[in-house]
């Protein structure tokens, strides 16, 4: 046959710096994730068997009477829900907050717009230990000290998710909205029928991030809180490591309680925060 083309097969060669790359990630991740590991085995490992030299990488012999303890030592079923409540309600009125203000700075025109947001910006250099002590003399006048409030109330104004959503918002063809206005909607509309729905990567890793700041959070419940009714997960960590005895297995066994659920809700949402950090950022 003249004329015609024979489609030639090309064999994928891997290249030698590619697997070089992927071994060298391979170790940097097994040395990041070994001691999370060998906290969740000591954990689950009797006392009379922990600590072992060389370290066991199974728990042998297998029990849980480690994590049955930690509530006999400190109110931890109570500490959880505290931290819970607060996480939850600052995760939620953080996001709400931040993706109505990163709007507003992404398609509202308003005088001072770029000044305000480059005062905003300016907060992030400012360390918490800075601030903490204008945020306690006003939360002392509002009633609110030694209460789970104190903590969620200066949660909900997150300078970085602004930041963060106002450039995701940024990346979103204008277009959209202003066909939606052609159609006669409002801002909330288009906020919350086009833009939020397109911005789903960006929506996951921020709530993981926020999540895990104020399940993590110790130095503001340090401060604000002195009730054990109100103490919330790091509190208690501190406390057990204090007063249980000497038994690290409890104290192991605890801190992976606190950990793991973060850890898993991170592993699940991993796609979409990989996503929008990659998207985010690319228009200015």
Do not use: C, K
Not at 3 to 16: L, S
Not at 192 to 211: D, E, K, N, Q, W
Not at 227 to 253: C, D, E, K, R, Y
């Amino acid at each position: 046959m003249t004329g015609a083309t024979v489609p030639v097969r090309r064999r994928h060669r891997i290249r030698p710096a590619r697997v070089v790359l992927g071994l060298v990630l391979m170790v940097v991740g097994v040395l990041m994730v070994a001691p999370l590991g060998w906290l969740i085995v000591q954990s689950l490992t009797a006392e009379r068997a922990a600590f072992s030299l060389p370290p066991g990488w199974l728990p042998r012999p297998f029990t849980l009477d480690n994590f049955a303890r930690i509530d006999g030592l400190v109110p931890f079923g109570r500490m959880a829900l505290n931290s819970l409540q607060v996480s939850l309600i600052a995760t939620v009125g953080s996001m709400l907050v931040s993706v109505l203000a990163g709007y507003a700075f992404s398609r509202l025109r308003f005088r001072g717009r770029e000044a305000i947001l480059l005062v905003m910006l300016s907060a992030l250099m400012v360390p918490v230990q800075t601030t903490i002590i204008p945020v306690f003399v006003l939360m002392r006048n509002l009633g609110l000290v030694d209460h789970l409030a104190a903590l969620w109330l200066p949660a909900l104004i997150n300078v970085f998710a602004i930041f963060f959503f106002r450039q995701y918002f940024n990346t979103i063809p204008r277009e959209l909205d202003e066909a939606a206005r052609i159609d006669g909607a409002s801002h909330p509309w288009i906020l919350f029928r086009i833009i939020v729905p397109l911005s789903g990567p960006a929506l996951a890793a921020m709530t993981i991030l926020a999540f895990e700041a104020s399940w993590n959070n110790y130095f503001g419940p340090l401060i604000f809180l002195s009730s054990p009714q109100h103490m919330t997960l790091p509190i208690g960590l501190v406390t057990l490591q204090a007063g249980q005895g000497g038994s690290s297995v409890v104290v192991f066994a605890a801190i992976t309680a606190v950990v793991v659920p973060v850890m898993v809700v991170f592993l699940a949402f991993q796609r979409s925060f990989a996503a929008s950090i990659a998207s985010a950022g690319i228009r200015g």
